[in-house]
């Protein structure tokens, strides 16, 4: 085996249930140590590929491959792997200790080489002095860590993790997110984590994978994935995204002119090989990129209108603006605590507002 040698490797996978086709010629490769998300909506096949992964489900086309060995029809408890869902499934019955050293007692190992394996993994976890409570006797988050522990005490080769935040309030489902990918850094286990959370994904990854309809819709880093979504679904899925419908009207080498086919506003963005005259395309407009001035500035798309709702989060406010009929759009601006006096543009308010041509993303036409 090579170091270049994926820990895990999906080639053309394909799985039906009856006339669904739940997923759909899968290719993925991930790299040891590698923390990668399978991301997308219910229904997109994300939890199917990680039930066949474990063994829990079979392809019907299709090999999957962990460490350089073919994995299929070897049944689960044979393929050295860790699991945390997102129910915790402990053993209610069972001590803090005796969950997590459940899997080394089932290996046989040695009573003094489980008690300083699970001390030390309990000691990783922060759940030192609890060794002896019940999970009925544990918040949400230790249970959880709980889980956590008791998959990776065997040292397995790859971590599977199914929705385990799902459970969680927002709170300590974000307080989670930073502990799950801090441990797996540390231990670091190559680990495939299925969420429809997008914020989830974008913390915990370090490639995401956009499933939907059974098949890969992008693969990249999550800076990748947010800022070159390769489809509108991939942008309007992940984060907040400004869409407008256009048709080109002129290219150039480096700019493209469109018109929006329901407000006819025209806009330039980037050239791009798929975007020629009279070419259907799609633009995609992360709203911290709109900005408010007071006269059109070069290099900008420029566009009046009114702001039709203000939504105030906190750290964030959210701008709702309409351009002329059919054409909407949210800004974002930070809310910084400063002593500027000047007054926040508010609902009502006629304003002129723009992005730069650079930072709009030209897509096919859905």
């Known amino acids: ?37 399978f991301l997308g909506p219910s229904g997109c096949g994300k939890t199917t590929t990680l039930r066949m992964i474990a063994g829990l489900e079979e392809p019907d086309v299709g090999e999957i491959m962990i460490r350089g060995q073919t994995m299929n029809q070897v049944p689960t408890h044979r393929r050295n792997l860790g699991m945390v869902f997102q129910n915790y499934a402990l053993f209610p019955h069972m001590s803090v200790h005796e969950n997590i050293a459940f899997g080394l007692l089932m290996r046989k190992e040695a009573r003094v080489d489980i008690d300083k ?10 759940l030192e002095g609890m060794a002896l409570r ?19 005490v065997t040292k397995p080769n790859v971590l599977l993790l199914d929705e385990p935040l799902g459970a969680l309030d927002k709170k ?100 791009s090989e798929f975007a020629r005259t009279g070419d259907p395309v799609e633009l995609s407009v992360r709203p911290e990129n709109i900005t408010f001035f007071q006269e059109t500035r070069e290099g900008y798309n420029t ?47 006629r304003i002129m507002f723009g992005w730069p041509h650079e930072v709009t993303r030209v897509l096919p036409a859905r």
């Open 117 to 126: 394996k699970v001390k030390d993994v309990m000691k990783l976890i922060r």
């Open 303 to 349: 566009l009046a209108g009114v702001i039709s709702h203000v939504v105030y989060t906190g750290p964030l406010t959210y701008f709702h603006l309409e351009a002329g009929e059919g054409a909407k759009f949210i800004a974002l601006q930070p809310n910084a605590d400063t002593a500027s006096t000047t007054e926040q543009p508010k609902a009502g308010d």
């Open 1 to 37: 085996m090579t170091k270049q040698m994926p820990d895990v490797q999906l080639v053309n996978i394909h799985k039906r249930y009856g006339e669904v086709a739940a997923v759909r010629g899968i290719d993925l490769e991930v790299r040891r140590g590698e923390m990668v998300s």
């Open 172 to 271: 300590l489902r974000e307080q989670m997110q930073i502990e799950i990918r801090m441990l797996q850094r540390e231990v670091g286990i190559t680990s495939i984590f299925v969420t429809h959370d997008q914020e989830e994904a974008l913390t915990l990854s370090d490639r995401i994978v956009v499933m939907d309809g059974g098949r890969i819709i992008q693969l990249g880093t999550p800076a990748e994935i947010y800022k070159n979504p390769a489809t509108p679904f991939v942008s309007e899925f992940i984060g907040v995204s400004n869409s407008v419908e256009a048709t080109v009207e002129k290219t150039e080498s480096q700019l493209i002119t469109v018109v929006a086919k329901k407000s006819g506003l025209s806009l330039r963005a980037p050239a």
């Open 134 to 152: 019940l999970p009925s006797q544990l918040s949400g988050g230790q249970r959880q860590r709980v889980a956590l522990a008791r998959a990776i």
